[in-house]
């Protein structure tokens, strides 16, 4: 399974992005799969933001809840609306998918998201 992140960009403070992953590459793709979103800044260890735990139950850090929303849309798409951005966000921000058969682990390449003050 590849995954492929995109939308990331520049945004003021305050502003907001869309992020889009896409899966593709295998049969083994399934609507139940847990989803997530990451993040890492330089110098700083990977965080979870966000995830959709079976593909239904959506979970967040306490430091995005209000902010992130986390969905999923068709064919093996997920998303990652961020409202109200702040400079601390900004980072790489990486998906992340583990499969309902099996568990195994997938991550994207990760999206450079860069919040100006």
């Known amino acids: 399974v590849q995954l492929q992140a995109s939308g990331g960009g520049l945004v003021q403070a305050g502003g907001s992005l869309r992020l889009s992953c896409s899966a593709s590459?295998?049969?083994?793709?399934?609507?139940?799969?847990?989803l997530g979103w990451y993040r890492q800044a330089p110098g700083k260890q990977r965080e979870f933001l966000a995830g959709?735990?079976?593909?239904?139950?959506a979970n967040y850090a306490d430091f995005v809840k209000g902010r992130f929303t986390i969905s999923k849309g068709a064919k093996y798409t997920m998303y990652l609306q961020m409202d109200r951005l702040t400079p601390e966000d900004t980072a790489v921000y990486l998906c992340?998918?583990?499969?309902?058969?099996?568990?195994?682990?997938?991550w994207g390449q990760g999206t450079q998201v860069t919040v100006s003050s």
């Open positions: 959709l735990s079976r593909g239904r139950v």
């Open positions: 590459g295998s049969i083994f793709i399934f609507d139940s799969d847990t």
């Open positions: 992340y998918r583990k499969s309902a058969r099996g568990g195994t682990e997938y």
